[in-house]
């Protein structure tokens, strides 16, 4: 069976953000989730679809190689999937919380203490071009902040936020359900570990604010689809006193029209003339960061050949001196429209062809195809 487009799965469109990509996942999580559909195969299986689009479409790299390569470019040619590989715990907590009627409101609280900030990753989207010279871009972006007001500690200037009484300050209660002792967060201090009797007017408490942000990313040369470059710290803020997340931006080289990369190499194919393949002699090459290079032909050149011009090609990230080398396949190019002149020379040539003055110098391609081709037919 043909897999379904994992957008089309989701129902979102294909620059759908993160949580519009988890909010539609939920839904059908919600819908088919087997607890609610005991022994239905078909609820099952779009339970498993769903699991398994989400599973690529919230990973920002998947999503990348997702988006360049299709199901093709995952896992080698898809299938690989186990079902149910996707980590839910996070996702599912409070879902599963709803299912058990357990509500409790501490979202994804998995333990007590203030929360360390959420890390925020995103796409950053550039040309082939950029990645050999490197490139600067201003990014902005929606994170938190801590509260300039209170300088992040919730609390109304002048006033301190005290340890919960209830859970001595550590967010979470044990509770006694039977023979099982239950760890939940402190509803007191909704798990924060801290009471907050003046809390600040500007954050309500909550010690950070949102805002937009822009941010200078300086991306290195030699750059390719996949690489991460990373900001630590500079992700949402947490709650008061816990530490921030980190920021990190995943890489994505678009394509290019004429220039592939192939690792450190980049390759492009190169129209000549007739008389350049046979004579030689010197062409000039535009590389892909509009540099010249006179490059030397050779007699004879065939076409689709490879030549190689050397340190054209992407430079490493570690040593940006360090380049590749750019490979031209070379492509004779017949004219379409020809002068009453070059019809002539033409022709001309084509009458010396059809004589065969003199044996070629080394059997060419075609007299080898003839030979295969005689040698064939006695058979
Ligand atoms: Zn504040
Ligand atoms: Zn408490």
Redesign the pocket.
């Known amino acids: 069976m043909a897999k379904r487009d994992y957008y089309e799965v989701l129902s979102v469109a294909k620059d759908a953000g993160g949580d519009d990509i988890k909010k539609s996942f939920r839904k059908l999580a919600m819908q088919f989730h087997p607890d609610r559909n005991h022994g239905d195969p078909e609820a099952a299986e779009k339970f498993k679809e769903a699991s398994e689009a989400f599973e690529v479409l919230s990973d920002v790299e998947k999503r990348a190689t997702y988006d360049r390569f299709g199901h093709a470019g995952l896992n080698g040619g898809g299938g690989g999937f186990g079902g149910g590989t996707v980590d839910l715990s996070d996702l599912f907590g409070d879902i599963l919380g709803n299912f058990f009627g357990g509500g409790g409101g501490g979202g994804r609280r998995s333990a007590?203490g203030p929360q360390a900030g959420r890390d925020i990753q995103a796409v950053l989207d550039i040309d082939l071009r950029e990645a050999i010279t490197g490139v600067k871009r201003t990014i902005s972006l929606q994170r938190e902040d801590p509260c300039e007001v209170c300088s992040g500690t919730g609390a109304k200037p002048g006033t301190k936020p005290n340890p919960?009484?209830?859970?001595?300050?550590?967010?979470v209660?044990i509770q006694r359900q039977g023979i099982f002792q239950v760890q939940t967060p402190?509803?007191?201090?909704?798990?924060?570990?801290m009471?907050n009797p003046d809390p600040c007017g500007t954050c309500r408490g909550a010690g950070r604010s949102t805002v937009r942000k822009s941010i200078d990313v300086e991306i290195p040369p030699g750059v390719d689809s996949g690489d991460r470059i990373k900001y630590s710290g500079q992700g949402d803020a947490g709650d008061p006193g816990a530490k921030r997340g980190d920021l990190e931006f995943v890489i994505r080289v678009k394509d290019h029209r004429f220039f592939q990369r192939d690792g450190q190499n980049l390759v492009c194919q190169w129209p000549i003339t007739f008389s350049q393949a046979a004579l030689g002699g010197p062409i000039e090459i535009t590389t892909l960061t509009g540099d010249k290079v006179r490059y030397d032909l050779a007699r004879g050149v065939q076409t689709h050949e490879i030549l190689r011009v050397t340190g054209h090609g992407m430079p490493t990230r570690r040593n940006a001196n360090k380049r590749g080398d750019l490979l031209i396949q070379v492509i004779i190019d017949t004219p379409q429209v020809i002068s009453p002149e070059q019809e002539t020379l033409f022709r001309a040539l084509a009458e010396i062809e059809r004589k065969e003055v003199g044996p070629p110098p080394k059997k060419s391609f075609f007299h080898k195809l003839k030979d295969w081709i005689v040698t064939d037919e006695k058979k």
């Open positions: 007590g919960c009484r209830r859970c001595g300050g550590q967010g209660v402190c509803s007191t201090c909704s798990g924060r570990g009471i």
